[in-house]
């Protein structure tokens, strides 16, 4: 127990061991919500005698559940960690349908339509009935209504009321989709929480195994999820929530702040637990967050509490451009590399960006100045086109219903079967309402005379498919010996003979993407046929079988195409927060992460670059909601643990100016930034590893690494013709002499540009 408790302050501990069934723990970044949270789930198993099956534990990314399994298995081992259920809410609602999904109809093996798989049905749908609606618009608006509950019946029966047309296209729409989505036995990710709930709303049984319920970052629920956690803790009202309604930044996805005290009125026993102590960050860093976060003046005044020392003042720096400014964060990287004599590296670094497309930049001055980086929530891995294929292949090998795979890869590697006969055929497929793979074999075997006219070349090219996808599905159901994911794919690869498509088709970039295939075939590989205990540790969120209550578990006993569909859905889910899934791999060991602020939530870095803080970037122009924008940014200065750099160029990636973001306004936070990075010296140092509770490296060695740096310094930044190296020299040398406290505000006035 000592080890659970240990380092606890009190009001942690007070929430840890709390006897009340219903806990809430609001509290600021940093406080340690989800420390608490995990020692919580340690202390039911060890104090109370909760059996690990017995615990739900829900987190609102895979990679902050991953995280949690590691610290509870150091809190409470023996492997009892891989027993929990615990994952994200779209993850653990997928593990309950695979398993009782029979008892509201849903058909064995569906597949999950991730949101590039949704866009596309509705592109084609809006298409086909000639609607000009922004197909990325009717999307969110589908994924709304989903999330408020609002069904496709009620859509249509209020359209028709109201007579209004829009609404009416809407909800055509909406059913048309509906319909593809049944069709194709596919669940979106809304689906997946919508239909599970239907699930234990009609059979309260399959949560008999729920004995407590713990959430984390409650503030960022939306409806359906707050009606899964009364779903779940039906049986037992035992819920843990923790949240912070100045981190919740998903309205925009229809998350309900209003959920927390939603919770209070839904369980009025609820003990509200407050933590304020600040673990994370440097005093300096907290009091610069908190007068942003006190500019709404709507919201109750709280304060960070820092435990740490102030340390030195967080950056606010202009630059003349994006590319400087990019060059400016490398340059830094590489100072604080060297000059902290190695104390920080690479993987201590975060680049937060208000939306990934303003990642280019950044990405080339990394890469020409040899940093390595990994890119989460960009063009992700399972996004590249070589990868969809590939995985477009086995999807359409699990469930040929799936008609968008089909459509997409039927004519790759080319094989005479032209994009106005792929069209032709899936627009025949839906108007006779059959599916396209049905009609595809139905035409080359002669049973039907499609009235789309398949040319001689297309037939043959046709055939060809249907036997690769055929003869796939064959092995894939050997009784004996069927093929794990991995020797599947090998053998489309093969028939493919794919790596010749990757030489022909991307010349000056063959060697990358065939990389990136050994890739994926090695991810592939950690799916083992039969389940052997790689697969357990692999699929962190899915381990604990879900008891089968009075035999309705549908046990599935198809071993091969199991196992490729929960390779299939691992993927699909891994892609739902736009995180990228190579998180935990030997790379990103070494490496700088640039991530979208929404993906960084919940996590925490010793040094923080916030680039682009300009208006229009944040707050986004199309953003609604301006205070979300500026919690963005407050969950974005919060993750910063020793050093918080923000920036802002003159001229934006497109060129244009642009103006510094209003939330940085001198006159309210002129104080609490400076224009210039750190002076790195002994005291700096010193603080920064008391921080980071890290060894400080004797000055003898930072001495020996920046002179190492020094001498380097000319061929370290390699300029792009927009800058002269005298410019990037006085740059230096300005931040290394001349730091000006409170300095930008001069900076920001018109003249100085
Ligand atoms: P966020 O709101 O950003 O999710 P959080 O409230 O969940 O933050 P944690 O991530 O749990 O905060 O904790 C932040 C940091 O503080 C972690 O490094 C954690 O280990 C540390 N921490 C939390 N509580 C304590 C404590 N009592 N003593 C020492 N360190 C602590
Ligand atoms: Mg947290």
Redesign the pocket.
């Known amino acids: 127990m000592g080890s659970i408790l240990h380092?606890?302050?009190n009001a942690?501990l007070a929430a840890v061991t709390s006897p009340a069934d219903v806990v809430q723990i609001l509290?600021?970044?940093?406080?340690?919500?989800?420390?608490?949270l995990t020692a919580r789930v340690a202390y039911l198993i060890r104090h109370y005698n909760y059996k690990p099956w017995n615990i739900l534990c829900l987190t609102f990314t895979i990679k902050s559940s991953r995280e949690m399994k590691e610290r509870l298995a150091k809190l409470i081992g023996n492997g009892m960690e891989a027993k929990l259920v615990l994952g994200t809410f779209h993850s653990v609602c997928r593990r309950y349908l695979v398993t009782y999904g029979h008892l509201i109809g849903l058909r064995k093996g569906f597949g999950i339509a991730d949101s590039s798989d949704s866009l596309s049905i509705i592109k084609r749908i809006l298409n086909r009935l000639r609607f000009t609606l922004d197909p990325k618009a009717a999307q969110s608006r589908i994924s709304s209504c989903k999330s408020k509950g609002v069904s496709v019946a009620k859509l249509s029966d209020e359209a028709s009321k109201k007579k209004k047309a829009d609404q009416q296209e809407f909800a055509q729409v909406f059913e048309a989709y509906e319909d593809q989505l049944d069709r194709g036995n596919l669940l979106d990710y809304d689906d997946l929480l919508l239909r599970c709930c239907d699930l234990l709303r009609q059979h309260p049984l399959c949560v008999s195994n729920v004995e407590a319920v713990l959430i984390?970052?409650f503030q960022d629920t939306n409806l359906v999820q707050f009606d899964l956690m009364r779903l779940f803790a039906a049986q037992r009202k035992r819920v843990t929530t923790?949240g912070?309604p100045d981190?919740s930044i998903y309205g925009w996805r229809s998350a309900e702040i209003k959920n927390l005290a939603r919770m209070q009125t839904q369980y009025p026993e609820t003990l509200v637990i407050h933590?304020q102590?600040n673990?994370?960050s440097s005093g300096a860093i907290l009091l610069a967050a908190q007068e942003l976060i006190q500019q709404d003046e709507s919201r109750p005044s709280k304060s960070l509490l820092p435990t740490h020392c102030p340390g030195t003042l967080p950056v606010l720096r202009r630059l003349p451009s994006s590319d400087t400014e990019a060059l400016w964060i490398v340059t830094e990287i590489r100072r604080l590399i060297a000059m902290t004599g190695r104390m920080l590296s690479h993987p201590d670094i975060a680049i937060l960006l208000r939306s990934a497309a303003l990642s280019r930049q950044i990405e080339s001055a990394m890469g020409r100045a040899g940093i390595p980086y990994r890119m989460v929530g960009g063009q992700r891995f399972f996004d590249r086109v070589e990868i969809k294929i590939l995985l477009d292949y086995l999807r359409v090998v699990s469930q040929p219903t799936n008609n968008d795979a089909i459509a997409r890869v039927v004519n790759i590697p080319a094989r005479g079967v032209g994009a106005t006969t792929t069209k032709a055929l899936l627009e025949e497929a839906e108007t006779k309402k059959v599916t396209l793979w049905s009609l595809i074999l139905d035409a080359i075997r002669g049973n039907v005379k499609t009235s789309t006219k398949i040319s001689k070349p297309a037939e043959k090219g046709l055939g060809a498919f249907v036997d690769i996808i055929l003869t796939a599905k064959q092995k894939l159901k050997a009784p004996l010996d069927p093929l794990s994911p991995q020797t599947l794919l090998q053998f489309v690869i093969k028939r493919l003979n794919f790596q010749d498509y990757i030489k022909r088709s991307y010349e000056n970039d063959s060697e990358g993407r065939w990389a990136n295939v050994e890739e994926l075939l090695s991810q592939a590989g950690e799916y083992l046929i039969p389940s052997s205990s790689s697969v357990a540790e692999f699929e962190a969120e899915n381990t604990t079988d879900l008891p089968d209550i009075e035999g309705i578990a549908q046990i599935d006993g198809d071993a091969g195409e199991e196992m490729l569909s929960m390779f299939l859905a691992n993927v699909a889910l891994a892609t739902e927060l736009q995180r990228d899934d190579e998180s935990d791999d030997d790379r990103s060991q070494s490496q700088v992460t640039i991530s979208t602020i929404h993906a960084a939530?919940?996590l925490?870095w010793p040094v923080v670059f916030v680039p682009a803080a300009y208006e229009g970037s944040i707050p986004h122009s199309r953003a609604e909601d301006n205070d979300e924008e500026r919690r963005l940014l407050y969950v974005a200065m919060?993750?910063a643990q020793a050093l918080l750099y923000i920036s802002c160029p003159t001229r934006n990636s497109r060129g244009e100016e642009s103006t510094l973001s209003q939330f940085l306004d001198p006159k309210t936070l002129g104080h609490y930034l400076i224009n210039v990075g750190p002076h790195i010296n002994t005291g700096f140092v010193s603080d920064v590893a008391r921080i980071l509770k890290r060894d400080c490296p004797a000055e003898s060695k930072m001495v020996e690494e920046s002179l190492k740096l020094e001498s380097r310094e000319d061929d370290l930044w390699p300029l792009d013709g927009q800058e002269t190296p005298e410019q990037l020299k006085s740059w230096w040398d300005n931040k290394t002499s001349n730091a000006t406290p409170h300095g930008y505000q001069q900076m920001n006035q018109p003249s100085a540009k």
């Open positions: 380092g606890l302050n942690q509290a600021p970044p940093g406080s340690g919500k989800t420390k608490t984390d970052e923790v912070d981190q933590l102590d673990y994370r939530k919940g925490e919060t993750r």
